[in-house]
């Protein structure tokens, strides 16, 4: 069975702060897929990054960026310089190659303010 | 290109009431899921179907069922609608396994509530 875990659900941050979501995950499979989706008020389910479990090399997209580490289960989540529209729920996932589910962790709230 | 396409977007049921959500998809993608969202618990797969013809139970299954009679559609069907059924459902897609670009595809979600 595989277990998404998000243990922060509420950060709050001011505008142009760092602000970093934790993920932790546990997985028996050896090749899998590891995903954050961003929820904004709105309510629809944006895409962010897609991860292999055997690419552990770190991403950087503007002001998002990624921190794999295999050796800890971790797949962290980093907004630098955050600003207002950044304000949303973002969702980290797990898809095991041997499995066809998506699971979700319970989600990060992240309220940035002005 | 419409991607996932559900509907409706919002209902009111009472308690004992049936209906369906549909979910269509035009990128015919073999994967297709329902989810739903709750507070505080993220997304909870419902069931999910990985061809035409199939389905398969997920993680919170009881008082749903679901058909997939054609590859584009998904449908989730509420037989006798209970209070703890009032939540934000989700369809989603992705083509077979093994993609380079494989990810899920969302609809924009279904609002229920069941008095």
């Known amino acids: 069975a595989q277990k998404v875990t998000q243990a922060q659900t509420e950060i709050s941050v001011v505008e142009k702060e760092d602000v970093t979501l934790d993920c932790v995950y546990e997985t028996r499979d050896t090749t899998y897929y590891l995903f954050w989706y961003k929820q904004p008020p709105s309510g629809e389910l944006v895409f962010l990054i897609r991860?292999?479990?055997?690419?552990?090399q770190n991403e950087i997209s503007g002001r998002y960026s990624w921190n794999f580490q295999k050796s800890t289960s971790s797949f962290n989540f980093t907004i630098t310089a955050s600003q207002v529209v950044d304000s949303a729920v973002y969702f980290c996932a797990l898809y095991p190659s041997n499995d066809y589910k998506l699971s979700f962790g319970a989600g990060t709230t992240v309220t940035v303010r002005a | 290109n419409a991607g996932v396409t559900q509907t409706p977007k919002f209902r009111v049921l009472k308690t004992g009431q049936s209906m369906t959500l549909l979910c269509a998809q035009d990128m015919n993608h073999e994967y297709m899921y329902w989810y739903r969202q709750d507070p505080g618990m993220g997304l909870r797969l419902i069931h999910y179907s990985v061809g035409e013809g199939t389905t398969a139970k997920g993680e919170v299954p009881d008082g749903y069922n679901v058909s997939r009679l054609k590859k584009q559609n998904f449908l989730l069907g509420l037989e006798s609608a209970a209070p703890s059924q009032t939540s934000v459902y989700f369809c989603a897609s992705t083509p077979h396994r093994g993609g380079v670009n494989e990810k899920l595809f969302f609809g924009s979600g279904t609002q229920l509530s069941v008095l």
């Open positions: 991860r292999n479990s055997f690419d552990e």
